[in-house]
């Protein structure tokens, strides 16, 4: 999604420093919860895991105040009353997986991982990652990688469209996508999926969406980003309701033509003040939409709201009706991890 630099770098500093100091935190929430208990006496090793059958629902759960990482994805998990198949996360220079994404492989989720080339806050251009400026960093990351060993996401730069003044052309994000697989490649990373994310409505123009495609060879997943801004008492676009399937029609289509599986790593839908029914409506909307989209393989909620930095609050719990959808949706054997 779009933010504001300093939004996006207070969200990265306090991400880090809770993972730090919380890695255990995990184990005694699942001791404390029943429901997440059983969850956890199922689950399997990352290494286990697969994607296969229909579309896994996964998440990106931002921490409340108060909450650790661990912690919020197993409140988010226990009000659901089942396991995520897939954990969003978004990096900035830090070396991955950490040991968060550690801790939520062993608990049975597949990390989602999206990473940007920078040096502290030195910006490295596209044009120099794909010039091999950056390999010292990539090396390393392909490495860590490879010795994690269990099914990963990675997305070389979401929404770049985003980060095109600062960072370069399309031609050259391609080129720059491009190396980064080869240098996965390269180490013998396997285990790494790559899978694009570009802003749902870039493929409104499949021309443009074509200048950010990295081509066949260098692509796992096609993926995009899907709201649903509106209406809001915040500044969210032009306070327009759009239904899940109008979001994403346009990506469908694209992926379709490239023959290639596809994925909704954001996704979100805003409450209607004046219709308190309508954001669960809305999610009952996407569950029937994804049983017509059966390309589409997983899909990710943005879990966060405005004590996060965010502009709406996208909190799939914001009310009882949204939540009993989304523990509708995820309970349907569709979207259950085989």
């Avoid at 490649?185 to 870039?202: I, S």
Wanted: glycine residues 8%; charged residues 20%.
């Amino acid at each position: 999604m779009s933010m504001s630099a300093n939004i996006d770098q207070a969200r990265v500093d306090r991400r880090s420093f809770m993972r730090a100091s919380a890695v255990l935190a995990g184990a005694g929430a699942i001791a404390m919860n029943p429901t997440l208990r059983a969850l956890a006496s199922r689950s399997s090793m990352g290494a286990r895991i697969t994607t296969a059958g229909k579309c896994l629902i996964g998440a990106h759960v931002s921490p409340r105040p108060g909450e650790t990482p661990e912690g919020a994805i197993e409140a988010l998990e226990g009000e659901l009353g089942r396991r995520l198949g897939v954990d969003r996360q978004y990096y900035h220079d830090e070396i991955f997986p950490t040991a968060y994404d550690q801790w939520t492989a062993s608990q049975g989720r597949i990390p989602a991982i999206s990473f940007k080339s920078y040096d502290g806050w030195k910006v490295i251009r596209w044009a120099a990652v794909a010039a091999g400026e950056w390999d010292d960093h990539l090396n390393t990351l392909a490495d860590s990688c490879k010795a994690f060993g269990g099914p990963m996401f990675l997305t070389f730069f979401h929404e770049p469209e985003n980060d095109s003044d600062k960072f370069g052309t399309p031609a050259e994000y391609v080129a720059a996508w491009r190396h980064v697989v080869d240098v996965f490649r390269a180490k013998g990373a396997t285990n790494v999926r790559w899978a694009t994310c570009l802003m749902g409505t870039t493929y409104w123009n499949p021309s443009v969406a074509n200048s950010w495609y990295p081509g066949e060879k260098y692509v796992d997943y096609i993926g995009a980003d899907a709201y649903n801004w509106g209406p809001s008492t915040e500044v969210c676009v032009n306070n327009a309701w759009t239904s899940f399937r109008w979001r994403v029609e346009r990506f469908y289509s694209f992926g379709l033509s490239k023959s290639k599986p596809m994925v909704v790593l954001e996704t979100g839908c805003s409450e209607d003040p004046e219709n308190p029914g309508r954001k669960a409506a809305w999610i009952r909307g996407m569950r029937a939409t994804l049983k017509d989209m059966p390309r589409i393989k997983v899909v990710c909620w943005f879990q966060a709201g405005l004590d996060t930095g965010n502009k709406c609050e996208w909190w799939v719990d914001s009310s009882d009706a949204s939540r009993s959808a989304m523990t509708a949706l995820i309970a349907d054997p569709y979207f259950i991890k085989s």
